[in-house]
């Protein structure tokens, strides 16, 4: 009787790691910083490997499905929109795009016009171009991520670029530096600025706000991770502030490549007097799947969920960290809340051991659950915590001491790109709020 070898997962999974390594993988990006694993597929807030092995996804796809991977009715829809129109159209304009724009106006008072891209890194680098062809200044101050583009990348990790951008100035979420580069190599055509909302509060944003006008700038918020997650009409909205532009990617189109410039019209208008064309945009599904994913948002449900879902999360690693005396906390915004660890290599190992017993949460990344996130996920993830910090201690001894501001000051600098000075004036600590 022949006999079939029986393959176990580890070495299916470890058969395609090698089959990624010869042909697509790189060790830093795919394998290092992120999961080192070939996934599969995912449903809801689960999400399956090359070997079949079940983990749960507390980044939503890094929060580009915030309904959940595969949310039925927006899959029913990107299906129906498929077979409706063929998927592409030889023109940008098309009827799906003209209703999203309507939506989007609706949603985000700022947003009179909408022009649409596929990517984060798209949208923002065309948010800078719309606002320096609308000033005629060149010069741009930067605080933050905004995807992968040349244009701000110097003043973070080595990126093997040479040379920087002689108009592009990061002033480090720092409202002091802001003020001096803004001198020293005005006129500004725009500050642009990704809200880090568990270390500045509401209160930093107007400050910034009050800040950017006195020296006659345009104002962009990037809004790609916030805007469809912090809450409803956005970052900007709940923060009282009125950028004349915002960029909104993740989540728009609930797992879908969908992005977007939106802003006043007279500042849109520079549209008009540049090129921003790019082939995709006369895709159709989707904006079906934007408008799905609206309709799905419209009555608020997703939001509670988010929130409550985080809310439990942050409580429980909590009560894990205190129950092992690990000066640690995972705070605040619930909906996209991170963890901050004294001891920066504890934490590593901490989320290792998650990571090994199926909950996918990576140290120094956002937490973002989604809406299909179900209770029993959450009570397994917070068991696993204290199991995972118990063996986490015994391997790695007991906790390197620190204080807090400190691991804060180096956390804040590591992941966005901070000075000391405006971390220590405006970490607002572990607000629990
Ligand atoms: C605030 C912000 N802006 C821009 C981007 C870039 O978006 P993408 O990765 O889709 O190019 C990201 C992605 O993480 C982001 O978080």
Known sequence: MPTST??????????????????????TWDLDRRFPL???RGEGAAVWDAAGRRYIDFTACSGAAPLGAGHKPVLDRIVAELARSGGVLPGPLSTLRVELA??????????????????????????VRLARVHTGATTVLTSGYHGWHDWHLQDRAPMGIPGRDPQTHDFRYDLDLLDELATAHGPLAAVIVTPEVNFFPEEYARA????????GAL??????????????????TAAGITPDLITLSKGLANGTALSAVCGRAEVMEAVEHTYLGNTYQRE??????????????????????????????IRGLNEAFAGHSVTAEAFSHPTMFDVLFVDGDLGRVFFQEMWSRGVLMQYGGRFMPSAATRDEDVAAAIAAADVSLGVALEE???????????????????RFVTTPATVTRWFPGFDRA
């Open 6 to 27: 029986p393959v176990s997962p580890e070495a299916t999974h470890a058969e395609f790691l090698d089959r990624a390594r010869q042909f697509t993988a790189s060790e």
């Open 284 to 313: 159709t599904t989707p904006f079906a799947a934007a408008l799905a994913t609206l309709d799905e948002f419209a009555d608020g449900t997703p939001f509670t969920r988010m929130h409550d879902v985080g809310a439990e999360l």
């Open 208 to 215: 910034l706000e009050a800040t950017v006008r006195r020296h």
């Open 396 to 414: 790695r001894g007991k906790a390197a001491d620190g204080d807090v501001l400190t691991a804060a000051i180096r956390f804040a600098d590591e």
């Open 102 to 127: 309507e939506r989007l106006a609706a949603l985000f008072p700022v947003a009179e016009r909408s022009v649409f891209f596929r990517t984060g890194s798209c949208a923002t680098t065309a948010a």
């Open 38 to 40: 070939v996934l599969d």
């Open 219 to 236: 104002l962009i918020i990037d809004e790609v991770m916030t805007g469809l997650r912090y809450a409803p009409g956005g970052y900007h």
